[in-house]
C-alpha cells in the first residue's frame, strides 16, 4: 500500500475546510431559537420580522391604486431592498373601525404565533363615535391586550395624516410616551412633502400610492434610526388609566324583548319602538350588530338615559363592534336599544335593526 505524501495532509485539510464554510453557507438560517431577540436585534442580525397591523382602512391600505401600493407593502420592499430583510404580515383591520373594535377582534383571536413588530392605526373614526376621554381608555387597553399577547413586540403608533382633531392626536402621542411606543405622526410629513393633499389622497382622506409612500418613507426611516440608538421596545408598566380594560366578553343574554325576533343569528326589528333590553356589569360597554344597505338607526339608553343613536346603515353587510360608553361606574347596569324609525339611507329608507349581543368587560376589573 502506498503511503499517503505528508506534504498532502495540509493541503486535504484547507480543501476540507473552504469544502465546510461552503455547505454552512449554503445551508438556510433557522430562527425557531431567536424568539427573544427583539424586533432590532433580528434586523441587524439579519432575520426575518413577523409584524402586525390592528387598524381601520388606512391600517388596511384602502386607498391605494393596488395592493403593491400599500403602505406595508412598500415597507417589506424597502426592507427587503435595502438591508434583505423579510418582512411578513398579519392584519386585525376593518375599515370604518376604531380602537374598541380592534380591541374586540384582537381579544376573540387567537395568538398568531411570535410577533416582533405591532402597528396601531386609529383616531379617525373613532373622533366621531367617542369622547377623548373614551379614547384615551380604550386606545391604553388596546396597547396593553396588544403587549399582553406579544410581550416581546415593539410597538409603533401611527397617527393618521387625515386627524384634525389635536386632542386625539395628543392621546395618542401621551400614550406613545408612556409605553415607550414609537409614534409616527403622518400630520406634518402631508404638510411639509410639497404636495397637496388632493395629489396624496384618493379622497382627502385615505392616501393614494404617493401618499402611502410618504408613510413608508417615514415609518422605514424612524425604525432603521431606533435599530441603530438600539432603542428598547414597548414597555408594560402600570394603567395610566385604571379605566383601561382589556378583558372584553360577549353577552348574547338579554333580558326583555319586545318587537325583535330571532332571524339569521341577530336580534331583527324594523318596528319603531321595538327594544331588547340587557343587564351587565363592568364599565364598558359596546354592541355586536350587522351593519347592511337596509340598516335603520337604534337609540340606546343606558340605565334609563339616552346615551347615543347609532346607525346601522353599510354598503354592503357586515358584522361590526361598535363602541358605546366607558367609564361607567361598578355595575350592575341596564342597556336598552330602541328602533328609533329614523333612516340612515335616504337612497334605501329603511329602518332594520340587527342585533347579537353586547360586549363588556369582566365585572371583578
Not at 373594535?101 to 367617542?130: A, P
Not at 409612500?213 to 424612524?222: E, F, G, R, V
Not at 361598578?330 to 349581543?357: A, M
Request: hydrophobic share 35%.
Amino acid at each position: 500500500m502506498k503511503k499517503v505524501s505528508k506534504s498532502l495532509i495540509p493541503f486535504a485539510g484547507i480543501v476540507l475546510t473552504l469544502l465546510l464554510i461552503y455547505i454552512l453557507q449554503k445551508v438556510p438560517k433557522t430562527y425557531g431559537s431567536d424568539e427573544n431577540l427583539n424586533v432590532y436585534q433580528k434586523y441587524q442580525d439579519g432575520q426575518p420580522i413577523d409584524y402586525l397591523i390592528i387598524g381601520d382602512s388606512i391600517g388596511r391600505g384602502s386607498g391605494a391604486e393596488n395592493p403593491s401600493q400599500t403602505w406595508f407593502k412598500q415597507l417589506e420592499n424597502k426592507m427587503s431592498k435595502h438591508h434583505s430583510v423579510p418582512f411578513k404580515g398579519d392584519y386585525v383591520v376593518q375599515s370604518g373601525s376604531t380602537a374598541f373594535e380592534g380591541l374586540y377582534k384582537l381579544s376573540q383571536k387567537k395568538r398568531m404565533g411570535h410577533k416582533d413588530l405591532i402597528f396601531i392605526v386609529f383616531g379617525e373614526n373613532d373622533r366621531k363615535y367617542m369622547n377623548v376621554d373614551d379614547f384615551k381608555m380604550t386606545y391604553e387597553a388596546l396597547i396593553r391586550k396588544a403587549k399582553h399577547l406579544y410581550p416581546h413586540a415593539e410597538l409603533f403608533t401611527i397617527t393618521e395624516s387625515c386627524l384634525e382633531n389635536e386632542e386625539f392626536a395628543n392621546a395618542i402621542g401621551l400614550l406613545s410616551d408612556y409605553y415607550g411606543a414609537t409614534n409616527i405622526d403622518m400630520r406634518p410629513v402631508f404638510n411639509s412633502s410639497g404636495f397637496t393633499d388632493k395629489e396624496l389622497t384618493k379622497d382627502l382622506i385615505h392616501p393614494n400610492g404617493l401618499g402611502y409612500q410618504l408613510y413608508a418613507n417615514t415609518i422605514y426611516q424612524k425604525f432603521i434610526e431606533n435599530a441603530q440608538k438600539e432603542k428598547p421596545v414597548a414597555s408594560l408598566p402600570p394603567k395610566f388609566h385604571q379605566g383601561s380594560e382589556i378583558n372584553l366578553r360577549d353577552n348574547d343574554n338579554y333580558d326583555s324583548m319586545v318587537g325583535f325576533r330571532p332571524r339569521g343569528g341577530y336580534y331583527t326589528s324594523d318596528d319603531t319602538g321595538s327594544y331588547i333590553e340587557y343587564r351587565f356589569e363592568g364599565n364598558i360597554l359596546g354592541v355586536k350588530l350587522l351593519r347592511s344597505p337596509d340598516g335603520g338607526e337604534v337609540d340606546v339608553f343606558i340605565d334609563g338615559k339616552l346615551n347615543t343613536s347609532l346607525h346601522t346603515w353599510w354598503p354592503f353587510a357586515r358584522e361590526r363592534y361598535l363602541f358605546i360608553a366607558n367609564g361607567l361606574s361598578p355595575g350592575p347596569h341596564t342597556v336598552r336599544f330602541v328602533v328609533s324609525g329614523r333612516e340612515t339611507s335616504k337612497d334605501l329608507p329603511t329602518t332594520h335593526v340587527r342585533l347579537s349581543s353586547i360586549i363588556t368587560n369582566d365585572s371583578n376589573h
